[in-house]
């Protein structure tokens, strides 16, 4: 466990600085979320189009923003991989001894760390947009550690999609295939009742929906968990080490 | 010195050679990359390996260092049996591969304390060994510096640095002198040679440079259609062809001769932008 534990945490930290030493990514991608909250939330808040019930619709969308920038930035984290694959820095990885496993999740968590500054983001502007969040300490780590799941989740099911197409071209079209469907899903942006039937059992098995339900119930004042915390939690923690099995499985497959 | 050639060989496994195939074979489809490979590398010997694109080199590397299943035969490197103990296979070799895959965003210590983590080195030893390491390839001065502002030799001399830092039994190098300048090539083979004095390393090496193979590798198997060929001494091999045949003339007769349509794409594609990021 120490030996799996030093080598994530080694894997992780190497990204935790390179991520300190070029931001770039990280604003680059600020920009998304900043757009749906001031542009398409503020749009569909003045028209009612969407009844959200006792909070306002900028506070409803506000989770399922970040959730979105969560998916996003974690979706594509695939071709990073590629491309270290093509540089030949996976093939090293691989000859050393350590855990395929902390090799796997070490990317994870890594991954994780870009969430937590879409979250940073986040907060920022809706605070900025005067959208009632909740404050409390619990409440917001309780969001971090949403946060670093779904990060985790996401981006461990686009190593899965890397280790099978094995091309940046391939894996561009299947992600942008991807991630619109898995957005619009989810309750990201609408109530699942407002959907139809089908759409309502497909959003109930989209991982989305679990991390913006647990978000929408720990982030803004008077949001509520439809499964309740725990079943959100445990739903998102049982598919992340589902996916996280398959990729430790797949990851030494890149290299063939 | 002495001490540390004794430690290095206190990686070795039971096995009498570094490395021992027995029929190992790969197949892609119908094809077959490598087919029944039969090889002893001594340990202690800087080896060669050469053979023209699509020979099955690069196959056979990725086997013997873990990264390749093999559809049939067996091999044994470091006294290990890469199919049935792989973890320990991999703790006893270091490896450096075609591409430059040396992490230019960090530096080059950085580079050195995350082998040094996945090879499980002991926390207090950590700091020791990769300023042994960086001060043995004449990195020492550059260690705070951004490896993507390294020169093409001194990212090499880094990789090595890496490859060596747990001090392996067996090195193995893709190529590791392509596109470098001769100057640069000059040093990265003084290192490979002190590290096979100062540390007991053996050195199994690919390469298309038939100087690096004369006058770096005691011994040398040329492949073919995924076979070995020939193996020999070069200068055995060289008398063996002809009184005045020269390292390429060898190749040329054993490797097939006539233009060679091996290797794919993707080879080129890698080959190509090493050679674009050593400048």
């Known amino acids: 466990m120490l030996r799996f534990l030093r080598e994530s945490t080694a894997i992780a930290q190497v990204e935790l600085l390179k991520l300190v030493r070029d931001p770039t990514e990280m604003f680059s991608r600020a920009v998304q979320p900043v757009l749906w909250l001031t542009v398409f939330g503020q749009?569909?808040?003045?028209?009612?189009?969407i009844y959200t019930g006792e909070i306002g619709y900028l506070a409803f969308i506000t989770p399922g923003i970040l959730a979105q920038s969560v998916l996003f930035s974690a979706i594509f984290y695939g071709i990073a991989v590629i491309w270290e694959r093509d540089l030949g820095v996976v093939h090293k990885l691989l000859v050393s001894p350590a855990l395929r496993n902390s090799l796997v999740f070490g990317k994870a968590i890594s991954a994780g760390f870009r969430g937590l500054v879409q979250a940073?983001?986040?907060y920022g502007i809706a605070l900025a947009m005067h959208i009632t969040l909740r404050l409390e300490p619990q409440a917001i780590l309780g969001v971090l550690a949403a946060?670093?799941?779904?990060?985790?989740?996401?981006?461990?099911?686009?190593?899965?999609?890397?280790?099978?197409?094995?091309?940046?071209?391939?894996?561009?079209?299947i992600g942008q295939v991807l991630t619109m469907p898995l957005f619009f899903a989810s309750s990201a942006i609408y109530p699942l009742e407002l959907m139809p039937g089908w759409l309502r059992i497909v959003a109930r098995l989209n991982p989305l929906t679990y991390l913006v339900d647990v978000l929408r119930g720990l982030m803004i004042v008077g949001g509520v968990s439809m499964h309740g915390l725990g079943v959100d939690f445990a739903i998102l923690l049982a598919i992340f080490v589902v996916f996280l099995l398959v990729a430790v499985r797949l990851y030494p497959t890149l290299v063939e | 010195m002495k001490e540390q050639a004794v430690k290095a060989a206190g990686e070795r496994g039971t096995g009498e050679a570094a490395v021992r195939t027995i029929g190992l074979t790969r197949l892609f489809g119908s094809l077959a990359a490598v087919d029944h490979v039969d090889l002893v590398i001594p340990y202690g010997e800087i080896f060669g390996l050469l053979g023209a694109n699509g020979a099955g080199k690069s196959t056979l590397i990725k086997m013997l260092t873990t990264l390749l299943p093999p559809t049939s035969g067996h091999a044994q490197v470091g006294g290990f049996d890469i199919v049935g103990a792989p973890a320990l296979v991999r703790g006893r070799i270091g490896y450096v591969p075609q591409l430059l895959s040396a992490d230019g965003a960090l530096t080059g210590y950085e580079n050195l304390l995350l082998s040094a983590k996945l090879y499980g080195l002991p926390r207090e030893e950590r700091h020791d060994r990769i300023e042994e390491a960086l001060d043995f390839m004449g990195l020492a001065d550059s260690a705070k510096r951004l490896a993507k502002t390294y020169s093409g030799g001194m990212i090499r001399r880094l990789e090595l640095a890496q490859a060596m830092l747990h001090r392996p039994a067996i090195l193995f190098l893709d190529e590791p002198t392509i596109g470098l300048d001769p100057v640069a090539r000059h040093v990265v083979w003084e290192r490979l040679r002190e590290l096979r004095s100062s540390y007991g390393m053996t050195v199994l090496i690919t390469t298309h440079d038939m100087e690096e193979a004369e006058t770096l590798c005691g011994e040398l198997a040329i492949m073919h259609g995924g076979r070995i060929a020939v193996i020999g001494k070069p200068l055995e091999l060289r008398t063996g062809l002809g009184p005045t045949a020269s390292l390429?003339?060898?190749f040329a007769h054993y490797a097939g001769g006539g233009i060679s349509d091996g290797g794919d794409f993707s080879g080129a594609v890698r080959t190509r932008r090493t050679a674009r990021r050593l400048g």
């Open chain 1, 43 to 49: 749009v569909l808040a003045h028209v009612h189009g």
């Open chain 1, 147 to 173: 946060v670093l799941l779904g990060s985790g989740l996401f981006s461990t099911f686009s190593l899965i999609i890397a280790c099978i197409v094995k091309t940046r071209e391939r894996f561009m079209g």
């Open chain 2, 248 to 250: 390429n003339d060898v």
């Open chain 1, 120 to 122: 940073v983001v986040i």
